[in-house]
Nanobody, 126 residues
Framework: QVHLVESGGGLAQPGGSLRLSCAAS????????MSWARQAPGKGLEWVSA????????WYADSVKGRFTISRDDAKNTVYLQMNSLKPEDTARYYC???????????????????WGQGTQVTVSS
């Protein structure tokens, strides 16, 4: 059975850091692009970052560019999101998603993804 399980969320102070992990199982992880998205209370889904299956290409939303880094470890079937210089507006539930293919195209198209995790909550507050 295909699963994605996020972890690493929690409470962080403004300016702090967190590293989110998304552990995959039930499919050939190395063959697929992976993405992170988030949803703040009362707001729509915002795509945050994505990475090709081979790790050679990454994408970031302008709101996180220069602060967040996506990476993947195919040996561990895990994709990470390193979040630095956190801001209160980063508060949201963060989800990872499996792309239908090795490369992402229209990142904001939810039809591009066929597996989602349950999410992990990130709260940035002093």
């Amino acid at each position: 059975q295909v699963h994605l399980v996020e972890s690493g969320g929690g409470l962080a102070q403004p300016g702090g850091s967190l590293r989110l992990s998304c552990a995959a199982s039930g499919f050939s992880f190395s063959n697929y692009a992976m993405s992170w998205a988030r949803q703040a209370p009362g707001k729509g889904l915002e795509w945050v970052s994505a990475v090709y299956s081979d790790g050679t290409v990454t994408w970031y939303a302008d709101s996180v560019k220069g602060r967040f880094t996506i990476s993947r470890d195919d040996a561990k079937n895990t994709v990470y999101l390193q979040m630095n210089s956190l801001k209160p507006e980063d508060t949201a539930r963060y989800y990872c998603a499996k792309d239908l293919g090795a490369r992402f195209s229209d990142i904001s198209d939810q039809g591009e993804y066929d597996v989602w995790g349950q999410g992990t909550q990130v709260t940035v507050s002093s």
